[in-house]
C-alpha cells in the first residue's frame, strides 16, 4: 500500500535553555523590532514575569487572567492593547494566560512571543479558546500562533508536583488524541510518540524530585512535541469532550484532561490498532493502556471527575453538547448511549477497560 499523506507544518521559531528566558526574551524583542510590548502574567506569576522581562521595557503589563478566557476578560484587555498602541505581546504562564494573550492576536493581529511555566503546549498551536455564556468555542488561526516560544525549563520549577503531573498528562492528551484526530498523519504521529516517550520518562522525574532540572527539561520537551502534533492533527475524540467539561461546567483545564485521558484511550484502542500500538511501543509496554496507566499510578494522577466538580446530573447536557463536535474520523462510531457511559466512568473513576466491551 502506497504512502499517501498532506502535513503541514507551523512556522515559529524556539529558544530552549534553562536559565536563559531573559537573556532570549530580550534577544527576540530586539530580533522582531517591537518598542511597545504588553506583558500578559496573572498575579500568581508575577514574580516569575519580572525575572523573565529583566531585560525588556513594557508600556503595559496586564494581570487579568481567567481560566478558559471568558469573552468580557478578552475584551477588556483588547481595548488595553489598543489604548497603548501595543506592537507586541509577551506572555507569561500557563495556558489561561496564552489563551488571552492568543485572544488579542485574533482580532489585532499582534504577534505573540510565549513564555510558559507550564506543559499546556497552547503556545506551539493556532488553536484559539474563548468561553461565553458556559458555551467554549474554538477554533484555528495563524494569527494566533505566537511567532517565537522561549522555553526555559527553570520557570516551572515553582509549579507544583500535583499541577506538573496534571500539566504533563495534558500534553500527553495531545500525543494521544493527535494519533486519531482528523488529520493525523505519519509525521505528526512521528513527533507525538516521541512526545510520550520524552514525557514518559520526565515526569517520574518531576514527581521524585520536583527541584531537579533534567526531568522538567524532558517534560517541557515532550510537552512542544505535543503541542506540534496536536496542532497539525487537530481535535479528536479527548479534546471535544474536554472543552465542552471545561467551557460548560468550569472544570480546571489540566486535570480535566489527565482524568478523561484513559477512557478515550481504553473507548478508541480495539479500533485504533495502529494507533495503539505507536502508544504501547512509546511507553515502551506490551498494551497502550497498560503503559499509560503505569504511568498515571506512578504520578498517583488524578483519577475521578467527581474530585473536580462534576456531577452524575450533568453528564445528559455534556453529551449533547459534546456530540455534535465529534469529528466523524474518530476510529470509533460515538453514540449518545456510549459517551454517557464514558463520561459515567470517568465521573467515579472506575476501571477504564471496561469501556473497550462496549
Not at 17 to 23: E, V, Y
Not at 200 to 220: F, I, M
Not at 329 to 356: D, F, I, M, Q, W
Request: with cysteine; glycine share 8%.
Amino acid at each position: 500500500m502506497s504512502l499517501v499523506f498532506e502535513h503541514v507544518t507551523l512556522g515559529q521559531r524556539v529558544l530552549f535553555g534553562t536559565g536563559k528566558a531573559a537573556d532570549n526574551l530580550a534577544a527576540e524583542v530586539e530580533r522582531l523590532g517591537a518598542a511597545r510590548v504588553m506583558v500578559i502574567a496573572s498575579e500568581s506569576e508575577a514574580a516569575i514575569a519580572d525575572l523573565v522581562c529583566a531585560g525588556i521595557s513594557p508600556v503595559l503589563r496586564w494581570n487579568d487572567v481567567v481560566m478558559h478566557v471568558p469573552v468580557e476578560v478578552a475584551g477588556k484587555a483588547r481595548e488595553a492593547a489598543a489604548e497603548y498602541n501595543v506592537d507586541l505581546l509577551v506572555s507569561v504562564g500557563g495556558g489561561s494566560t496564552t489563551g488571552l494573550a492568543k485572544a488579542i492576536a485574533l482580532t489585532t493581529g499582534i504577534p505573540i512571543v510565549a513564555v510558559p511555566t507550564t506543559y499546556a503546549g497552547s503556545e506551539a498551536t493556532n488553536v484559539w479558546g474563548l468561553t461565553e455564556a458556559a458555551r467554549k468555542s474554538t477554533g484555528t488561526d495563524d494569527r494566533v500562533l505566537p511567532v517565537s516560544v522561549v522555553y526555559d525549563a527553570g520557570l516551572t520549577l515553582s509549579l507544583p508536583v500535583e499541577l506538573s503531573v496534571a500539566s504533563g498528562l495534558n500534553a500527553l492528551a495531545h500525543c494521544i488524541d493527535s494519533l486519531w484526530a482528523p488529520r493525523a498523519d505519519p509525521i505528526n504521529a512521528a513527533l507525538a510518540a516521541e512526545g510520550i516517550r520524552a514525557l514518559n520518562q520526565g515526569l517520574p522525574q518531576v514527581a521524585a524530585d520536583p527541584a531537579g532540572v533534567p526531568g522538567r527539561e524532558q517534560a517541557l520537551y515532550g510537552c512542544y512535541l505535543a503541542a506540534v502534533a496536536f496542532a497539525s492533527a487537530g481535535s479528536g475524540l479527548h479534546h471535544k469532550i474536554c472543552h465542552v467539561l471545561g467551557g460548560t461546567f468550569n472544570l480546571p483545564h489540566a486535570q480535566t484532561h489527565a482524568t478523561v485521558l484513559p477512557y478515550v484511550l481504553a473507548f478508541n484502542a480495539p479500533a485504533a490498532p495502529e494507533a495503539t500500538g505507536r502508544i504501547a511501543a512509546a511507553f515502551g509496554t506490551a498494551g497502550a493502556l497498560e503503559g499509560l496507566q503505569a504511568l498515571r499510578e506512578t504520578l498517583d494522577a488524578p483519577r475521578a471527575l467527581a474530585d473536580y466538580g462534576f456531577r452524575q446530573e450533568n453528564i445528559a447536557e455534556a453529551v449533547e453538547v459534546a456530540l455534535p463536535a465529534i469529528p466523524a474520523s474518530n476510529p470509533r462510531p460515538v453514540t449518545a448511549e456510549n459517551l454517557t457511559a464514558l463520561l459515567t466512568a470517568a465521573l467515579t473513576g472506575e476501571n477504564p477497560k471496561t469501556l473497550t466491551d462496549l
